[in-house]
């Protein structure tokens, strides 16, 4: 028995999500009366590794990456299922992002587990197995049971507070290895831009809607999320007009996101935008108009024009620095 | 080149969702249904690949798991372009069973490309597209944003953190698809409407598929509490109550 949580490493670094969801293995594994073990695959150096330790993993698999050139989906969900089959896993965690979306389904598949995808908290029950997971875009919450012995979990990004517990974890070693690795992808091109906080992991986010007029008023929302260490972000309407890259649009065919503190400025808050941003854990609303529906979702608020506010909260914001 | 694209139908994004029998299962009365927002976009790709005879798309084709009451969104499918359909007549109660269906119809008839939204607005799941490329052990490639035909080679390109990635796939290949393959959904013209009238949709046995999940109740999300507002002369207060009372700034 085992609860295996699978940490994904961002060139051979871990981040908050890596730390919450070993947060989480360790509490699961604990009602269950079983031991957590983290896998990580790729190059990762033990220094590193020992950073989950702090959150209480007591063994650590690391499968350094021998022939696999690069992050593969089918490559990867055989070495994951293969760990769990090994460890006997009872249940497995990975995050709700992208690679834990493609590799969660696939390692279902292989251990005929059943999964649940993007749950915010920790089982309501053992017995039966019941998770609870967000709905038709956050509009309903559902009561899934798992039937089957083994389960897979993914964890919504910024939903499971980080837990310290500090253990001296063990770390075993080995390269990965597949008998006939799967040869399906191969990476033509990589475009990164590194520096910049992205807009999942961001614990604040400063968001504009069509009430910003212009793509010429963002500089203020630039200068605000800045100041705050935050990311930026924009609505549907924004970024199909262009004004801003398609990245940022948040919403329910956008990025759905969970930061800690939402301002939505010009935003009159559709349902499709609310279906993006509603687990927040606060919402500030900065809209010309009481009435529009963002005021409903946040709480708290400012009825005014977004061009007269914004730069009077930068300035706000900057006294509250100095 | 054959093209599958997998479409699930969805209450209209703007529908005010409600459930019946205890909060077991989902109230249909008054749904408008659609086509989950990223198969039509998906579908809409496809249909721009074939527009363009030098990628040699021979066809288009849409497959659905569901019962007859889900007929008008695969003719609207029909309608928007696409040339044949599958459905799998079940009523499948996860992703799972979903996926063991779709499985049935790339059995019945071979594709070089299937296309799967990256999840459905109702169920939101994101399980489908890799739980198929694994029961057919192919490679698949998730959250794409581009997708070209390049003599006669595949070429994908995918949302990573922080950047794009582009990609190669050998086909057959599963392709899960985000915003961004295709600017606009395509509408169905006039046309496209009589001319689905007359298409093909080809009826398939469920395969025997037992479902991995269950739902047992649905509830609303938690109420939030009464917006707070601060005067907005005065922004300083705001900061105050996210730095004092919210702590966090």
């Given at each position: ?25 360790v509490k699961l594994a604990e009602m269950l009366q079983t031991q957590a073990i983290a896998l990580s695959i790729g190059d990762v150096d033990d220094q590193e590794l020992k950073t989950l330790g702090r959150y209480g993993i007591g063994r650590i698999i690391q499968l350094d990456r021998g022939p696999l050139s690069h992050f593969d989906s ?249 | ?149 390049e003599n006669g080679a595949i070429i994908v390109t995918r949302e990573i953190d922080g950047g794009k990635e582009q990609l190669s796939v050998e086909v057959p290949f599963v392709g899960i698809v985000q915003k961004g393959i295709a600017k606009e959904p395509r509408i169905a013209s006039m046309r496209g409407i009589m001319q689905a009238r ?19 109740t649905f509830d609303p999300p938690k109420p939030r509490a009464a917006c707070k507002f601060a005067d907005p002369e005065n922004p300083a207060q705001l900061i105050e109550w996210l730095q004092n009372e919210a702590k966090v700034l």
């Open positions: 028995m085992s609860v295996i949580v699978y940490t994904e490493n961002w060139d051979g670094k871990f981040k908050k999500l890596s730390y919450e969801l070993v947060s989480y293995a089918q490559a990867y969900a055989r070495l994951i299922a293969d760990t769990a089959s090994k460890e006997n896993a009872n249940v497995l965690i990975m995050a709700n992002n992208n690679a834990g979306k493609s590799l969660a389904p696939r390692v279902s598949v292989r251990l005929k587990a059943a999964l649940a995808s993007g749950v915010n908290q920790l089982p309501v029950s053992l017995q039966p197995f019941l998770v609870s997971k967000r709905v038709f875009s956050g509009n309903a919450f559902a009561q899934m049971e798992l039937k089957t012995d083994t389960r897979i979990l993914t964890l919504a990004q910024n939903s499971f507070d980080l837990a310290e517990n500090p253990a001296d974890p063990v770390i075993e070693r080995s390269v990965a290895s597949l008998e006939a690795p799967p040869s399906g992808t191969r990476v033509l091109d990589i475009q990164k831009q590194s520096g910049k906080t992205l807009l999942t992991d961001a614990e604040i986010v400063v968001s504009g809607g069509r009430g910003m007029k212009t793509p010429d008023n963002w500089a203020p929302l630039v200068e605000l999320a800045e100041l705050l260490g935050g990311a930026t972000a924009c609505s549907r309407p924004v970024s199909d007009e262009g004004w801003r890259p398609h990245e940022e649009h948040t919403g329910q065919t956008g990025k759905i996101i969970a930061p800690n503190l939402y301002f939505a400025i010009g935003i009159s808050g559709a349902t499709q935008h609310l279906a993006g941003i509603s687990s927040s854990k606060y919402i500030v609303a900065i809209n010309s108009d009481k009435d529009a529906p963002i005021f409903e979702a946040a709480q708290y608020g400012i009825v005014g024009d977004a061009s007269k506010v914004l730069p009077a909260l930068v300035e706000a914001v900057k006294k509250m620095k100095s | 080149m054959r093209i599958l694209v997998c479409i699930s139908h969805v209450p209209d994004t703007t529908t005010k969702v409600k459930f019946a029998e205890n909060n077991t299962r989902l109230d249909q009365t008054g749904i408008q249904w659609v086509i989950n927002p990223w198969d039509e976009l998906s579908l809409t790709r496809a249909l721009e690949l074939k527009d363009d005879a030098g990628n040699g798309v021979e066809s288009v084709s849409v497959a659905h798991v569901g019962p007859v009451s889900a007929e008008p969104t695969i003719r609207k499918a029909l309608a928007i372009g696409a040339d044949a359909a599958f459905r799998v007549d079940a009523e499948p109660r996860d992703a799972y069973q979903v996926a063991a269906q779709l499985k049935k119809i790339f059995e019945t008839a071979a594709f070089d490309i299937i296309l799967c939204g990256i999840e459905s607005s109702d169920y939101n799941g994101s399980n489908v597209g890799s739980m198929l490329a694994e029961m057919l052990d192919l490679p698949s490639v998730s959250a794409i944003s581009g997708l070209r035909i007359t298409k093909p949709i080809q009826l398939i046995e469920p395969a025997p598929a037992e479902p991995l999940t269950a739902i047992s």
